[in-house]
């Protein structure tokens, strides 16, 4: 157990829902990442938090948002979905939100779209 | 923007030999960390090694090692005494700082033989 929790593990939805993803990070840290891994690819990195606020986007669709709560937990909303999006979504966390930063990652949140 | 490239999509080794991974990245910035992060077929990130590009000594983690090349922008993983555990996907990761947005590449799979 690496101390990130993501919920759901798994998802199945259909085309044009909206679904979102939650991540606790480990005790202590301030930041959260996500990332986006389709099959047999390697990861894409979508966004991060740094104790509530936004510190650097990556390549993020406009149909997905995220935000970083009070309590440091993340949650990541995919709208409008597409087949494509049909991948495991990945949260980190890490200390800092700068600096010599080691990511400690989630087990992952498998999401299938129909 | 900065890019990591894995050249070897896949690779295989023979129990209790050495295998090396190669990675290159592409970055304007002088302060950066590099990092190797393993996925085994249970799709979880496990961090394997990390170094600080300030640094001109070569990180060691007891069999893994690595061959960091500032000047070529070279990164690369060695195993030494390969265990069919080590059977995984092995991502080479760029962080630049402050930014700390960490960047992969596509991987590379590893098959350790009996």
């Known amino acids: 157990d690496s101390g990130v929790t993501q919920t759901p593990k798994h998802l199945i939805t259909a085309t044009g829902q909206r679904v979102t993803l939650r991540c606790s990070p480990r005790s202590g840290d301030l930041s959260v990442y996500w990332y986006q891994q389709s099959l047999d690819q390697g990861l894409q990195f979508l966004i991060q938090y740094y104790n509530g606020e936004e510190r650097a986007k990556g390549n993020i669709l406009e149909r997905f948002s995220a935000q970083q709560f009070p309590d440091l937990h993340s949650e990541l909303n995919l709208s409008s979905l597409e087949l494509g999006d049909s991948a495991l979504y990945f949260c980190?966390?890490?200390?800092?939100?700068?600096?010599?930063?080691?990511?400690?990652f989630g087990a992952g949140s498998r999401l299938t779209v129909l | 923007a900065q890019t990591v490239t894995q050249s070897q999509p896949e690779m295989s080794v023979q129990e209790a030999e050495t295998v090396t991974l190669s990675c290159t990245y592409d970055t304007s910035e002088n302060n950066y960390y590099l990092f190797w992060y393993k996925q085994p077929p249970s799709r979880q990130m496990i961090l394997v090694i990390r170094?600080?590009?300030?640094?001109?000594q070569n990180a060691t983690e007891n069999r893994f090692s690595v061959n960091f090349q500032k000047a070529a922008k070279s990164f690369s993983l060695k195993i030494s005494d390969s265990q069919l555990g080590d059977t995984a996907m092995y991502f080479c990761?760029?962080?630049?700082?402050?930014?700390?947005?960490?960047?992969f590449g596509a991987g590379t799979r590893l098959t350790v033989k009996p």
């Open positions: 990761a760029f962080m630049p700082t402050p930014n700390n947005d960490m960047r």
């Open positions: 980190a966390s890490a200390v800092r939100g700068s600096g010599a930063n080691v990511l400690t």
């Open positions: 170094q600080e590009a300030y640094k001109q």
